[in-house]
């Protein structure tokens, strides 16, 4: 079997030698000629039924022979039957919730917290005709209810890297199907469907496309499951357009090297953080501490290129003292970005949940990029070193304590 960075390069593109070209040819039809309007009918009725290819795409909300060499070469890297791509990460979860509950006849979900912001506001908004019981890792097996018809896990989380055991949680849901956002491991890190996961799913905008020019989301899993998120994505139009396709496609090709080199600085930057003055908890899977079940080496493969930290002062201060750092939510770029969880991407989880599951208000994340690594700490050095200067020794002693890192709430 190849090696990950053989897949990641050649994934998709079994057929270019024989088609005689070297990169991906990008489709961009909307629609496509049906010379034979029963066979064209036939196709139709295929795709309607689930089906991953037919004798014409038919029409691109359908299929898209673009998006379709993504999902292919998405699917080799996570070790699954197959793969379906999206127009954003929030239609990926939108759409697998919608297969996993209603198509299926059941209406509740159970999620473990911290999860992307969205994906949390989603799941309590209702807005998909589900109930949402948040439960820790450790206690999935007692929020499950017979009309349960998901359980959704992130790990390492957003946005505070929190580590759960997949296989642990899988054992925990019994029948019901689990989904992992593997979003901050990418495949390169972690493999979520082969320690029991049904669904993987991927913010594509990240570390996929990786360049902060492309949107969409992608869910790896089998045939069967396939079928029904291809069948949602076609009734609700949930599309990747073609272009996303192609460049979330040619981004697999460095991923494996971007992740790693990122990961190398990250890990610097972290232990570095951990000592600094101005800096109260560091929350990164190489620190030590941070993973007690012993999830590195067995579950992830690496501790990956995200950290968050807290501030001992106003993290929006530290934020604005930085001239290298995006401040910019997302995450998986080429340059170094940071973000304010309570403020941006976690704004709509209410406080009291955020707290509850380790999000504080003076909680940054910073997704390391892969610029020079001493350019990235100059610049983080200055920003913090000009907060803790200037700031209130008595409040620095008060708020010394740190916040509870482990702490949540069934
Ligand atoms: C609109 S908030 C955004 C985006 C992204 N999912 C993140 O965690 O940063």
Known sequence: MAGM???????????????????????????????????????????ADGA?????????????????RF??????????EQAVA??????????????????????????????????????????????????????????????????????????????????????????????VD???????????????AAYVLHSGTKYLGGHGDVLGGVVACDAERAGALRQVRIVTGAVLHPLGGYLMHRGLATLPLRVEAAQRSAVEIARRLAEHPAVGAVRHPSLPGADPAGLLGRQLRGPGAVLAFTTRENPTDVVRGLGLITPAVSLGSVDTLIEH?????????????????????????????????????????????????SCDLDYVKASSSDFPLSVHNL
Not at 25 to 30: C, G, W
Not at 57 to 68: E, S
Not at 182 to 196: E, Y
């Open 341 to 389: 969880p309570a403020g941006l991407t976690h704004r709509l989880v209410p406080s009291a949940d955020r707290n509850a599951c380790g999000v504080p208000e003076n909680l940054l994340r910073l997704s390391v990029g892969l610029e020079d690594v001493e350019d990235i700490w100059e610049d983080l050095d200055k920003a913090l070193s000009r907060e803790w200067n």
């Open 71 to 80: 999902e292919r070469a998405l699917a080799r890297l996570e070790g699954t």
């Open 182 to 196: 593997n979003t901050f491991a990418t495949p390169v890190l972690q493999n979520p469907a082969a320690h029991g």
């Open 52 to 68: 991953a290819e037919a004798a014409s795409p038919v029409y691109a909300r359908l299929h898209n022979p673009t998006v379709a």
């Open 86 to 179: 999206f127009g954003s990460g929030m239609a990926a979860v939108t759409a697998v919730v919608q297969a996993a509950t209603v198509l299926r006849g059941k209406s509740h979900v159970v999620a473990v917290r911290p999860l992307y912001g969205g994906t949390d506001h989603l799941l309590s908004s209702g807005l998909l005709g589900v109930r949402t019981t948040y439960a820790t890792a450790d206690r999935v097996a007692d929020a499950i209810t017979p009309d349960t018809g998901l359980v959704v896990l992130e790990t390492p989380a957003n946005p505070n890297l929190d580590l759960a055991d997949i296989a642990a949680v899988v054992a925990g849901a019994g029948t019901v199907p689990v989904m």
């Open 5 to 47: 960075r053989t897949t990641a390069v050649h994934g998709g593109r079994e057929d270019l030698g024989a088609l005689g070209v070297h990169a991906a040819p990008i489709d961009l039809s909307t629609t496509y000629p049906i010379p034979d309007q029963a066979a064209g009918g036939e196709a139709l009725q295929s795709f």
